[in-house]
């Protein structure tokens, strides 16, 4: 089994232990796939994210999954891309909190959005490149059975990462 796979799908639909939510720093439901995760989810979900008191960029909080199939949802908040050396460095931070929330919490598989890369205007190229090789890192250095999927609603977007996948 690989540790990491790239698929195109409905993030919301998946039956894995925890899905990613690329959120806002109000942890409160949004655009994109924010929004489209806390229809699905359910009003249980925003008022257990009331209580979270937000979220800083590049942290990572976990919540019940309610109506999900997927049992919690890992909420992260990636940066706005303005082509800073720190905007790599938070994106990273993104991946790595995330899945350390899944090591902590025993989960067994954990599936991501393309963290940024909508209204917050990240390159896909470069967030595919920085997802890839922090999770690659962080699979190497933990000791979890941990599987990992990157999720995509667009066979295109899809396409960039399995490029990138086997250039590695």
Do not use: W
């Not at 655009?31 to 960029?57: F, M, S, W, Y």
């Not at 199939?69 to 994106?91: M, N």
């Not at 393309?114 to 990240?122: D, N």
């Amino acid at each position: 089994m690989k540790a990491m796979e790239a698929i195109q799908g409905d993030i919301t639909k998946l039956a894995v232990d925890a899905i990613v939510n690329a959120a806002n720093k109000s942890l409160l439901g949004g655009g994109g796939v924010d929004g489209a995760i806390h229809r699905a989810a359910g009003p249980l979900l925003l008022e257990e994210c009331r209580k979270l008191n937000g979220c800083q960029t590049g942290e990572a909080k976990i919540t019940k999954g309610y109506n999900l199939s997927a049992k919690y949802v890992v909420h992260t908040v990636g940066p706005v891309y303005r082509g800073r050396p720190e905007d790599k460095i938070l994106l990273a931070n993104c991946y790595r909190n995330s899945l350390s929330i899944a090591v902590e919490n025993n989960l067994s598989s954990i599936a991501f959005p393309a963290i940024s890369c909508g209204i917050y205007g990240y390159p896909l190229d470069k967030a595919c490149e920085i997802a890839v090789t922090t999770t690659a890192n962080f699979l190497k250095q933990s000791k979890g059975k941990l599987k990992v999927f990157f999720v995509f609603f667009s066979a295109s977007d899809l396409e960039i990462y399995k490029e990138f996948f086997q250039s590695i």
